[in-house]
């Protein structure tokens, strides 16, 4: 089986993403984790699927998955990454689109200045919808994390985050800590790991420990979850510059009930054909 992809990123978070508007793309776990291998092949952090709308108020479906080959809800370096690729394949004449994910509808737009701004939908902050064990709503929650305690916020942005706060990105035990964090048996469905350091009201360094994926150069929902979670503990405020290691998204939350807009770049790397048993 020969399949046809797009190497893109947005922020050095990665991936292939494979047009299926025309003809289903025959994905199976396996098949997935050997597009993601970064030896034997393309390489990426996720594989992004376009497929046609599956009802009338949306303009495609998206669909993504992890490099260990599961199916996830959200991507939001992604999401931005969708609508550069349909509107540079001429899938599409519009700036704007809204798109069916998993977890919901979201509406990515691309700007004059080549940047991407996306609605990234309402965060959700019940537990249970996180979902997230716990008897109580309290922003801050202890988590037991090995022989540690550590304070986390924990938010779904289509996908679950628990975000803690540290003094310094560069020295937090992200692999150690993410490792056990993202199989936390308080998260049911596995978790995304955030540890953000404030810089000052509008600024923060983030990095992220990526449910199925290890640590990434950015994530996108991650950026938004680690916003929604510094501006409810009282430590940031909209608009929030997140700086990543693959680089720079802004982040503007109004509070709760309203949606997210995340704002980044969304790069094309180049195209090819990968044979496939």
């Given at each position: 089986m020969k399949l046809r992809f797009t190497k893109m990123h947005g922020l050095g978070n990665d991936f292939v993403v494979i047009d299926a508007t025309r003809a289903p793309a025959e994905l199976t776990p396996a098949r997935v984790k050997a597009i993601a291998d970064r030896h034997f092949g393309v390489g990426c952090d996720q594989l992004l699927v376009v497929e046609p709308a599956s009802r009338a108020d949306v303009d495609f479906r998206y669909r993504i998955f992890n490099a260990d080959g599961g199916e996830v809800e959200q991507c939001g370096n992604g999401a931005r990454c969708f609508v550069r690729f349909v509107h540079d394949k001429g899938l599409t004449a519009k700036d704007q689109i809204r798109v069916e994910t998993k977890s919901g509808v979201i509406a990515p737009r691309l700007r004059a200045d080549g940047l991407v701004t996306v609605d990234m939908g309402v965060p959700e902050l019940a537990p249970a919808k996180i979902p997230f064990v716990s008897d109580s709503d309290a922003v801050v929650q202890p988590l037991q994390v090995g022989d540690s305690v550590v304070a986390i916020t924990a938010v779904s942005m289509g996908?679950?985050?628990?975000?803690?706060?540290?003094?310094?990105?560069?020295?937090?035990?992200?692999?150690?800590?993410?490792?056990?964090?993202?199989?936390?048996?308080?998260?049911?469905?596995?978790?995304?790991?955030?540890?953000?350091?404030?810089?000052?009201?509008?600024?923060?360094?983030?990095?992220?420990?990526?449910?199925?994926?290890?640590?990434?150069?950015?994530?996108?929902?991650?950026?938004?979850?680690?916003?929604?979670?510094?501006?409810?503990?009282?430590?940031?405020?909209?608009?929030?510059?997140?700086?990543?290691?693959?680089?720079?998204?802004?982040?503007?939350?109004a509070g709760p009930g309203t949606p997210v807009l995340m704002t980044g770049p969304a790069v094309t790397v180049f195209e090819g054909e990968m044979e496939l048993e």
């Open positions: 996908n679950p985050h628990a975000v803690q706060v540290v003094a310094d990105v560069d020295a937090a035990p992200v692999a150690e800590q993410g490792a056990l964090i993202e199989r936390h048996e308080r998260f049911p469905a596995r978790v995304n790991a955030g540890f953000l350091q404030v810089v000052d009201d509008h600024t923060v360094r983030l990095r992220v420990f990526e449910r199925g994926a290890g640590e990434t150069l950015a994530c996108g929902t991650g950026a938004c979850a680690a916003v929604v979670a510094g501006i409810l503990r009282g430590l940031v405020e909209s608009p929030v510059r997140v700086h990543t290691r693959g680089g720079e998204l802004e982040i503007a939350w």
